[in-house]
């Protein structure tokens, strides 16, 4: 993907958003829309004007595309939506049969999910161990192997890390070691989906949770929660009518057979119609060929930081990071306002700042980034 093919077959396709005179690098953050998206949702409120009850079709239609394609971009076959990740988190939580549910994460998940555990963990229907870095704010993959043991029943650990970008790794030891213990592992891959090629069954991850948001360029709203098929038993109180086996016949029974199992109430519709765009586009550019893009672009970005003089984190070995490159700074929030009001978007996780550049950024934005960022700091 040289950057004139982008600027001739994939830029156009973008033209609403990128008329925004800044340089944007939070694509980490909040993904850029396609056009398409405007007019996706446009169409899912145009079935329920010109078919009302007749829309249920179409919108099922809509459902089923965004659940079918999800678990391609995943390499998993069975996707329930969400609205949030978390909501997904909770299912799974609420799944197993336990009064105090033993769970092993690390002190750097996303503020959702953390705060999530710690309400278990207040009421007594969770007892967590906290895994913190142990080399500088980076995880060490023993550290997370030595806290699974006999008594953990849930394992809860992100892909990527949010804050630093850190690709957790040898993630498939990990799982084994969940699996030899006979406990079960979520993995949060809203950092990776879309970024990083994710295959859940050569994994063997028994859930995962993610969103559209950030790299799928969905808008917030259309989440998920994929499971794995031999978690199907499992029934969690997170249900609803939709989860039943047939949902229309409106028969009451609190032991309903399921049949789309993990599904629950009537789901929000229209982030099918907002996602779609963004996740075919995520498709058909190939995830692979994004990392390609995104790892060269973080290459140019940092030598353009230390033509700068400016100090960013320097990885060992690039691939062992996500899409986003880090720069240190002891006040990285009042960076962040400076080079706003500069015209370089970007945000910051504690002491860093995230620049993360993507298929919508030129060479020469990278490069005036640097400059900018070197004059602010
Ligand atoms: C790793 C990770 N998980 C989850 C989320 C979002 O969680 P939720 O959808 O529950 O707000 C984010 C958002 O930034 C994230 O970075």
Known sequence: ???????????????????????????????????????????????????????????????????????????????????????????????????????????EEFDSIDFILRAYEERGRAKVNWVPPSRGFLFDTADLLAAIDETTDLVVIS?????????????????????????????DVYHAAGVIPIDMFSLSADFMIGGSYKYLRGGPGACWLAVHPRNMDLKTLDTGWFAKEDPMSFQRASDAP???????????????YQSRAGLQFTLDLGVPRIREHSLMQQSML?????????????????HTFGAFSLVPCDDAAGAVKCLKEAGVNVDSRGDKIRFSPDVLNSEDELKEAARITGNIL
């Open 1 to 107: 993907m040289t950057e004139d093919w982008l600027k001739e077959r994939v830029w156009p396709h973008f033209s609403l958003v990128m008329k925004r005179e800044e340089i944007y690098l939070a694509n980490h953050s909040l993904g850029r829309p396609p056009d398409l998206a405007g007019h996706d949702v446009a169409s899912g409120i145009g079935a329920w004007y010109q078919d009302m009850d007749g829309a249920w079709k179409w919108w099922l239609v809509a459902m089923n595309w965004f659940r079918e394609n999800t678990a391609k971009l995943i390499g998993g076959d069975y996707v329930v939506p969400k609205t949030s990740a978390g909501q997904g988190l909770r299912a799974v939580l609420n799944a197993l049969p336990l009064d105090t549910i033993n769970v092993v994460t690390t002190t």
């Open 302 to 318: 940092r030598d353009a930081f230390r033509e700068n003089g400016v100090e960013c984190f320097e990885p060992d070995d690039p």
């Open 258 to 272: 399921r049949g789309d199992a993990w599904l629950e109430s009537t789901p929000a519709i229209l982030p099918f």
């Open 159 to 187: 892909m990527v890390i949010y804050s630093t970008g850190q690709i957790i790794d040898d993630m498939a030891q990990i799982i084994r070691k969940v699996h030899s213990v006979d406990a079960l592992v979520l993995v």
